[in-house]
């Protein structure tokens, strides 16, 4: 009886072990599903904070900043600035799309920026010059492209002589794609060594012209030109800047064929 009494308290022992590691294991996986609920609920709250700001940034770099004003001799609708040569002048009519944190614009810059200086210093051609911001979203602020077509608007606003030395200073000092861009303090720097006084700098941070570029002037832009930099001679695209001279040549030669249109026009 003593053996059978024994055998039989060893089996409870045995079963209630069993129970016990029954009882830790479903603790244990028990533990490890609040775990994970855990992680996916830390997971989606980063994932959706992340998704807020960037859409937040987005919405900023889109949004009407306010009732559009234009610089000084720019029509409500016009979508560019106007140097060199007065319309209907006859002078040949380069149409250039540039955006300053655009490094190919950067380029076009260092090879034919001095040659549009020129001719448009020596009004023998008309530049339309079109400040876009299609990079805005390439740059961590969201705004440096939106900020330096601005702050040209408001060079340009104040003194169009020195609207082109503000564009050459700017490419010069191009900040690369995915930086925060120049802060206002070096952007108003380059704005001040071309020429322009303290009144440019409240333009700047009121970001007086900021609509007009975003509102009229990119949409514009995307729907008659083809990202930047993108060039017009007389309404016709123009592509072979990135060799030295031949935007000067192409526009000396657009100059030629009008003069002689008009002087055969004259003859008849």
């Not at 077509?149 to 900040?175: G, S």
């Amino acid at each position: 009886m003593a053996t059978s009494g024994s055998s039989k308290s060893a089996q409870e022992r045995r079963e209630a072990q069993r129970e016990a590691l029954r009882k830790q294991r479903q603790a244990e996986l028990k533990r490890q599903r609040s775990l994970r609920t855990v992680i996916i609920a830390i997971v989606v709250v980063i994932a959706l904070v992340l998704a807020g700001g960037i859409g937040y940034l987005i919405w900023r770099s889109t949004r009407p900043a306010g009732p559009v004003t234009t610089p000084t001799g720019v029509a409500a609708e016009q979508p560019y600035l106007l140097l060199g040569a007065p319309e209907d002048s006859g002078a040949p009519v380069l149409e250039l799309h540039i955006d300053f944190m655009c490094p190919i614009c950067g380029n076009f810059e260092e090879i034919n920026g001095a040659d549009v200086a020129e001719m448009v210093a020596n009004d023998e051609i008309t530049l339309h010059l079109v400040p876009r911001r299609m990079l805005d979203s390439y740059s961590t602020t969201g705004d440096y492209s939106s900020r330096a077509a601005n702050a040209l608007a408001c060079v340009y606003e104040e003194n169009t002589d020195n609207a082109i030395p503000f564009m050459q200073l700017m490419f010069a000092n191009q900040p690369s794609e995915g930086s925060a861009g120049l802060d206002n303090d070096q952007i108003f720097a380059y704005a001040q060594e071309a020429g322009a006084s303290d009144a440019v700098r409240g333009c700047m941070d009121s970001r007086t012209y900021q609509p007009w570029v975003r509102q009229v002037v990119d949409p514009w832009a995307a729907e008659n030109g083809n990202g930047t930099p993108y060039l017009e001679i007389n309404g016709e695209q123009f592509t072979g800047w990135d060799t030295a001279g031949a935007l000067r040549e192409a526009l000396l030669a657009a100059s030629a064929s009008d003069a002689g249109g008009a002087s055969d026009a004259g003859q008849g």
